[in-house]
């Protein structure tokens, strides 16, 4: 019989593999600048969702995508911008009608289909909050020594029970959200907003399953740590490689 393999990196695998970068890096100053100095402008930038998805590939899809980003801008086409735009006209009380032609504004019918789906899956979990508010802060995680930034873009916050909630969204169905991918997510949200807005409940919540996860543990800072300073490494590979 053979083990199934399970669709994220092991943690451990995770944890070596940076670690050796680690070692690797100490030795080679111009990694990071003299003295392991941290770098000024980071190298890379995602988004979270972006990096979540590249902590779910294995290494071989990791490195084909930082090399592709490295080709071009590293932007890409935002699939559920729609949705987000739906999101914060409905915390702002807009008319049903101004949010459907919203919903209805993208090109290709699978794209209205899929940002509908989503939009009633928040409205499902989140529609009745009458506490229910835009948050308009943007978060920056910067890690391996500031070579690569996260930043975070949360849509709403709302208060129950006295606590303050801030949601991050998940809408995509591949690679599908799992606990350890909320870990992370929860983790870099918490340390994205640890000076602006330090007093919330940081989620996330995925519409495809109609769930919310918060909360992290305690390898999700070292598997953070670890992914991004190997992605930092293929990058770096990926330039000396173009000269």
């Known amino acids: 019989w053979k083990r199934r393999r399970s669709s994220n990196p092991p943690i451990r695998k995770i944890l070596a593999i940076g ?16 003295k392991g100095e941290p770098v000024s402008n980071p190298l890379l930038t995602f988004n979270l969702n972006a990096f ?3 902590y779910s590939m294995d290494t071989a899809r990791q490195i084909a995508e930082i090399g592709r980003r490295m080709q071009n801008d590293g932007s890409g ?7 987000s735009a739906a999101v914060r006209a ?24 899929y940002n509908k789906a989503a939009f009633e899956s928040f409205k499902k979990r989140y529609g ?18 500031g070579a690569l930034e996260i930043r975070s873009t949360p849509l709403i916050s709302f208060e129950a029970s006295g606590v303050l909630s801030v949601v991050h969204f998940w809408c995509s169905q591949n690679p599908p959200m799992d606990k350890s991918k909320a870990n992370i997510a929860c983790y870099i949200l918490q340390k994205s907003f640890a000076k602006s807005a330090p007093n919330f409940k940081y989620c996330l919540f995925d519409t495809v399953k109609c769930r919310q996860y918060s909360g992290t543990d305690n390898t999700a800072s ?12 293929f990058a770096k590979s990926s330039k000396w490689e173009k000269h």
Do not use: M
Request: charged content about 25%.
């Open 90 to 113: 409905y915390a702002s009380k807009k008319s049903t009608d101004e949010i459907s032609y919203i919903l209805e504004s993208a090109s290709r019918p699978d794209e209205v289909s």
């Open 19 to 34: 670690l050796n970068f680690v070692l690797w890096s100490v030795h080679n100053d111009a990694t990071w600048g003299l």
């Open 128 to 145: 009745g909050r009458k506490t229910l508010e835009n948050f308009e802060k943007i978060g920056r995680l910067k890690l391996a020594k």
């Open 77 to 83: 086409y935002d699939y559920y911008k729609n949705f």
């Open 222 to 233: 070292q598997a953070v740590e670890a992914t991004a300073q190997l992605l930092v490494h």
């Open 52 to 54: 979540l998805k590249l």
